[in-house]
């Protein structure tokens, strides 16, 4: 079942951040949050991941509440590249699968 | 995507024909995850595996459907006597042995087509 909550669709210029949120409200304390995306035709991307701290890496960084129970991915300088589905996923070590819910839309504009 | 191979990109096949799709892992990873898409929907799980074991298949459906990830070879999903509603998207992912929290990792999937 869906753990995650997501806008459906979202606009972002090129060139500017693009700032997807997330809500995780049921959280438990022995589970991360995932980000990946999918472009059309293709296969899930994996983005990043964390627990409780900030993490960045060269494709964006992950902002998480001190509660946990939501975040936020950003992609600092969206490219017409960036234009995928995201999605924002909760999973423990125990678990063995991905939920992949609708997860967001995002178009970057020209 | 790189590093987790799927073959075919495209496979179509008859109704009532046998469909083998192949996944080759990443270097190094051991385990290995079976997902289906349908057109306008999320990815959902089917399958587990480890080298010579099937760890969880609950997201399997019960009848036609095998999978298997040998000690030499890629991992296979098999689906006998397809039908139109084995129409999809299939994705393959793979993830190194750790403690439970690493990412999987996908390949670009395999679109069956059933005519």
């Known amino acids: 079942d869906a753990k995650t909550t997501q806008p459906t669709s979202m606009d972002c210029a090129e060139g500017r951040a693009a700032n997807l949120p997330c809500n995780h409200s049921t959280i438990s304390g022995n589970e991360y949050v995932y980000w990946y995306r999918q472009i059309h035709s293709q296969g899930p991307q994996y983005i990043i991941h964390g627990l409780k701290n900030n993490e960045t890496n060269e494709m964006a960084s992950l902002i998480i509440t001190e509660d946990r129970k939501s975040s936020t991915l950003i992609l600092p300088h969206a490219t017409l590249r960036d234009t995928a589905v995201y999605y924002c996923i909760v999973r423990s070590n125990t678990g063995n699968q991905f939920y992949f819910g609708t997860g967001t839309s995002l178009t970057v504009i020209p | ?115």
């Not at chain 2, 096949?13 to 192949?22: D, F, K, N, P, V």
């Open chain 2, 1 to 115: 995507n790189a590093g987790v191979m799927q073959n075919p990109r495209h496979l179509v096949r008859r109704r009532g024909q046998e469909a083998r799709l192949r996944c080759s892992p990443m270097k190094g990873h051991s385990h290995v995850y079976w997902y289906r898409q349908l057109p306008e929907e999320g990815l959902k799980f089917m399958v587990y595996l480890q080298k010579e074991n099937i760890i969880d298949e609950s997201g399997m459906p019960k009848e036609r459907f095998s999978a298997e990830f040998p000690k030499e070879g890629p991992s296979i999903l098999r689906i006998q006597q397809v039908v139109r509603g084995d129409s999809a998207a299939y994705f393959c992912a793979s993830a190194e042995a750790g403690t439970g929290y690493q990412p999987q990792h996908f390949g670009d999937g395999t679109r069956l087509s059933i005519l």
